[in-house]
């Protein structure tokens, strides 16, 4: 292949790559709203799930009174 044909090559697959980035920033640019409500909402659902799988729970620790101690 000639290198005059494999630059010719390039520059359409370039020109291909950037039509498909523009018409991703017009779809992202589209959906903002949609998004950012999305956005918020699954941080919002992840920080309650932190706090669900993080609260603290009373311990059961034997007593020393029943006879359970520790050397």
Do not use: Y
């Not at 292949?1 to 697959?13: D, I």
């Not at 020109?15 to 640019?29: F, G, I, P, Y």
């Amino acid at each position: 292949m000639t290198p005059e044909t494999h630059l010719a090559l390039h520059h359409a697959r370039t020109a291909e790559l950037q039509a498909l980035a523009d018409a991703r920033r017009l779809a992202v640019a589209a959906a903002g709203d949609r998004r950012d409500i999305r956005t918020r909402l699954g941080w919002t659902l992840v920080e309650v799930g932190l706090r669900l799988a993080t609260t603290k729970r009373a311990v059961l620790v034997p007593s020393a009174a029943a006879g359970n101690v520790c050397p």
